[in-house]
C-alpha cells in the first residue's frame, strides 16, 4: 500500500497532502503570500506526524507542475525533488489546471453534461488555461490566453462549459451575456486532487526524471537588471 506525499505550491496557496492508496490521511494549507519557502518543509513535517508515518515510509511524492507562480514552483519542485533525492523514490507531476478541475468535477452532478475551464490569472487580461472534458481530456490545449468578449466563442456556442479558478473573475465580466458560460467562484489549487491524480500515475509508473524534472512555467522569465543611479 503505497504512501503518497503531494505538494501544492503554484500560487499564494501552499498545501500538502497524504494519501494510503486512494484513502486520504490528512492534509494541511496556508494562505499566507510569499511564506511557502519557510512554511512547507515544517507543514510536511507536521503532516506525516500527526499521521503517524516517518519520510522512509514514503513510495513517492507528487507535485503540482503548473502553470503557475514562478517562486512558487521552484519551490515546490525543490522540495519535492530534495524529498526524492534523499529518500530514493519515485517524483510524479500533475497539471495545475488539472488539479483544480478536478475539484470541480468530482463536485459537479452528471458532469458529463460540461466541459470545464480552470483558469489562472496571469496578470493583466492574460490567463492560464485550457478547456477539459469530464474525463480530463484536453479540447483545447494548456496555453496563455489573452482574454478578449470573444475568446472559446466557438466551444461556447456547442456546449456549457464551467469556468473557474483566479483568473476566471476576468472573463466572467465580458461574456455576462452568454448562458452557456457557467462560473464557480472560490476554487482555489490544493494539494488533495494533486494527490488523487498522482495516484493513477503512481500505478502506470508515470514516473519524472528527478534530476532533470522542470516546472511548466508555460512562458519564459523575463530578468530585468536594475537602472544606473544618476548623481
Known sequence: MPYLLALETSSTVCSVALYKEQQLLGSAELQIEKSHSSHITVMVSQLLENCGITLKELNAVAVSGGPGSYTGLRIGSSTAKGLCFSLDIPLLEVSTLYGLAAQVINSTPNPEQFLFCPMIDARRMEVYACILDHQLQELVPVAPVVLAADTFQEQLRERRIIFFGSGAGKFKELVVNNSN???????????????????????????????YYEPFYLKDVYITSAGKRTN
Not at 467562484?185 to 494539494?191: F, N
Not at 486532487?193 to 498522482?198: H, K, R
Open 181 to 211: 458560460a457557467l462560473f464557480i467562484d472560490g476554487v482555489l489549487p490544493s494539494a488533495k486532487p494533486i494527490g488523487q491524480l498522482a495516484l493513477q500515475k503512481y500505478e502506470a509508473h508515470a514516473f519524472e526524471d528527478v534530476a
